[in-house]
Nanobody, 121 residues
């Protein structure tokens, strides 16, 4: 009922920039919080940044000042602008969206398929 399509991941040199996108579609009545997570090989998935429906943002310490999360509510799309990328940012990045599906009364969490970001040194 809800589809999330991520894009923007690629190979980039250290110090470079990337912009990830996550577009939600389907039987969506409204979207609450949205967020980006990442998972590096051999590590647990970790929170990168979140944004509420009102635009309040939150970041993990290691990306503060380098990453910017934003959303376009009219397009049901979320973005992650990543600057000054470091090799340790290498991971599969996943979007997570809390959605009220049309006809439902509770919000449910949905995950994208992931997009690979590789930062070379």
């Amino acid at each position: 009922q809800v589809q999330l399509v991520e894009s923007g991941g690629t190979l980039v040199q250290a110090g470079g920039s990337l912009r990830l996108s996550c577009a939600a579609s389907g039987s969506i009545f409204s979207i609450n919080a949205m967020g980006w997570y990442r998972q590096a090989p051999g590590k647990q998935r970790e929170l990168v940044a979140t944004i509420t429906s009102g635009g309040i943002t939150n970041y993990r310490d290691s990306v503060k000042g380098r990453f910017t999360i934003s959303r376009d509510n009219a397009k049901n799309t979320m973005y992650l602008e990543m600057n000054s990328l470091k090799p340790e940012d290498t991971a599969v990045y996943y979007c997570n969206v809390r959605v009220l599906v049309s006809g439902s009364y509770v919000y449910t969490d949905h995950w994208g398929q992931g997009t690979q970001v590789t930062v070379s040194s």
